[in-house]
């Protein structure tokens, strides 16, 4: 799941047999498990998502937890920009479950599963994906909506 430590033999292996990774930045930083290889990941077309461990934290599981330390220089290599962090959590975290049918993009025939959190003051496209991932905490998200359900609007 992790793929932390492969071969150069391996990627073109996982990519031919469609393999999906999920990376866990939090834990492979507190467990010293080495360097992610994101850029050879991207470079063979391999879907990457997000996955959370809340064993090291008190806080339990936190998405945002995890793009935080992937932006704060986590030991990715090369390391992802912003837009690639929200793309990992989104449309990544569908391919990883084989759910981009169907979810993780907003478009047309897809679920429209959303949130809408506060993100003041941006300049440029990157600044905006930089401070969703810096700024935004749970208690930001305003408005949640799964399918057709609305599950939060304050």
């Known amino acids: 799941v992790g793929c932390m430590h492969l071969s150069e033999k ?17 834990t492979n930083k507190v467990m010293k498990h080495g360097t992610f290889p994101y850029g050879k990941l991207i470079k063979q077309g391999i879907p990457i998502g997000f996955g959370t461990e809340g064993w090291h934290t008190r806080l339990g599981f936190s998405l945002w937890d995890e793009m935080r330390e992937a932006l704060n220089g986590s030991n990715a290599n090369p390391a992802p920009t912003a ?14 479950l084989l759910m981009d049918p169907v979810t993780g993009t907003l478009e047309k025939g897809k679920h429209a599963d959303y949130i809408v959190v506060s993100n003041p003051g941006f300049e440029n496209e990157e600044e905006c994906y930089e401070r ?20 939060k609007s304050i």
């Open 10 to 26: 391996d990627f073109p292996l996982l990519a031919r047999h469609l393999v999906r990774v999920v990376w866990c930045p939090t």
């Open 83 to 96: 837009r690639d962090i929200v793309k990992m959590a989104t449309i990544g975290g569908a391919r990883s």
């Open 132 to 151: 969703l991932i810096s700024n935004t905490e749970p208690q930001h998200v305003q408005h949640v909506v799964v399918g057709e359900s609305i599950l």
